[in-house]
C-alpha cells in the first residue's frame, strides 16, 4: 500500500509560480508512473501530468502545457509539479496520484493510489 501526501500549495497572484511536491511511502516508488490531477468547485477531477517511472517520459494537459513541469526524484521518493505563470483559472485542489505500472497514465481510473490534495489559489 502506498501513501502519498502533497504539499506545497498556497495562495499566489496571476504570473506567479508555485512547486508542488508529492512525497510518497508504503512500496517502491521507482515501480510506478506518477501524475498529478486537480479538481476545481464544481467540476470533475482532471489530468493534469504525468511521468514514467523514470521521469524520462512524460505528458501534460494542454491546458499547462509549457507553464508546468512535472519531475521525480526516485532516491527521495517524490514527485513535483512545477508550475508558472499561473492563472485565476489554475485555482483548484491538486492531487498527486500513483500508478502501479511503469507507463503514462491519463485517467483517473488508471491510478491505484492517492493523495489528500492541496489547495492552490491563484489570485487576479
Known amino acids: 500500500q502506498v501513501q502519498l501526501a502533497e504539499s506545497g500549495g498556497g495562495l499566489v497572484q496571476a504570473g506567479g509560480s508555485l512547486r508542488l511536491s508529492c512525497a510518497a511511502s508504503?512500496?517502491?516508488?521507482?515501480?510506478?508512473?506518477m501524475g498529478w490531477f486537480r479538481q476545481a468547485p464544481g467540476k470533475e477531477r482532471d489530468f493534469v501530468a504525468s511521468?514514467?517511472?523514470?521521469?524520462?517520459?512524460?505528458t501534460y494537459a494542454d491546458s499547462v502545457k509549457g507553464r508546468f513541469t512535472i519531475s521525480r526524484d526516485n532516491a527521495k521518493n517524490t514527485v513535483y509539479l512545477q508550475m508558472n505563470s499561473l492563472k485565476p483559472e489554475d485555482t483548484a485542489v491538486y492531487y498527486c496520484?500513483?500508478?502501479?505500472?511503469?507507463?503514462?497514465?491519463?485517467?483517473?481510473?488508471?491510478?491505484?493510489?492517492w493523495g489528500q490534495g492541496t489547495q492552490v489559489t491563484v489570485s487576479s
Open positions: 496520484a500513483a500508478r502501479d505500472k511503469y507507463g503514462l497514465g491519463f485517467r483517473r481510473y488508471e491510478y491505484d493510489y
Open positions: 508504503g512500496g517502491t516508488f521507482s515501480n510506478y508512473a
Open positions: 511521468n514514467n517511472w523514470a521521469g524520462g517520459i512524460t
